[in-house]
């Protein structure tokens, strides 16, 4: 695991040892657990689990945690609470704990109704669609616009599925792009995702035909087959709940923030130094 071996300092990261989880160490009495370690692993890489590391990886993180209780308990003894800096810092770490744990109660209390939620959904629907998709697969001929247009003059008489298979028999054989093993199948993708002279060719093509001249574009020529068409769509109201919610409760929280400091600093006693002296 990267970085593992030099993350001492991320040790001063961490949170109180011994919280519920499975037991990997005990030192001097002190317990370390796995919820001690997902709490290391988390501080440098959020995107990491304890759970799915190797092994040798999980003993190294094991190791680390060991010597940050051991470390906890030389600072201890060592008299360091007792230092000016110390204290200081105690006193700044307490008040930053203790407005966002405040944050966090309030934020929890903020609560949104399905009514509420429904509400919003009603008035923007606009915001929730699925955009168009299209499938589509296409052969790439990267320099040579002859030989591409000889491919459409092939493939032009055909219709349905033998204009398909010919296609793909085709895209195998002679697509000069990295999805010609897959017989020009590009999958789903929705408008804006590709280059704009693809984009405009395919998203105007009906499903089921090909484009009748070659599509340049900084790859090449292309010849374009659209397989599938899916149309915008509205999102179900119970698969945009969440999102709604979420931004709702957001709103809410700000605002309620905004009359809270307005308020305190109504009732408080402010003195604004000047900034120059």
Do not use: C
Not at 215 to 239: C, M, N, R
């Amino acid at each position: 695991m990267k970085r593992a071996k030099n993350i001492l300092l991320v040790l001063a990261l961490g949170t109180t040892m011994g919280y519920a989880g499975n037991v990997l160490a005990t030192v001097n009495g002190k317990k370390v657990t796995t919820e001690d370690a997902e709490r290391f692993i988390k501080a440098s890489n959020p995107q990491q689990s304890f759970t799915t590391l190797k092994e040798s990886d999980k003993k190294i993180v094991t190791d680390r945690l060991v010597e940050r209780v051991l470390f906890i308990e030389a600072a201890a003894k060592s008299g360091v609470e007792k230092e000016p800096e110390f204290q200081k810092a105690l006193a700044i770490a307490k008040d930053e704990l203790m407005i966002n744990q405040w944050m966090k109660n309030q934020y929890d209390a903020t609560v949104v109704s399905d009514g509420e939620a429904k509400e919003f959904y009603e008035k923007n629907k606009e915001q929730f669609k699925k955009p168009a998709q299209v499938k589509a697969r296409h052969i790439l001929i990267k320099e040579d616009e002859a030989a591409a247009k000889k491919i459409i003059e092939v493939l032009k008489p055909l219709h349905g599925e033998k204009l398909k298979e010919k296609f793909i028999e085709l895209a195998k054989s002679k697509s000069e792009g990295p999805t010609a093993s897959k017989g020009g199948d590009l999958g789903y993708f929705g408008e804006g995702q590709m280059v704009a002279p693809f984009n405009k060719a395919v998203f105007a093509l009906e499903t089921g035909k090909i484009t009748e001249a070659p599509v340049k574009t900084q790859f090449g020529y292309h010849i374009i087959y659209l397989e599938d068409k899916k149309e915008a769509s509205a999102v179900p109201y119970e698969q945009a709940k969440v999102q709604i919610v979420q931004s709702l409760k957001q709103a809410q929280f700000r605002k309620m923030l905004e009359k809270s400091a307005k308020e305190l600093k109504n009732k408080a006693e402010i003195v604004i130094e000047s900034a120059q002296k």
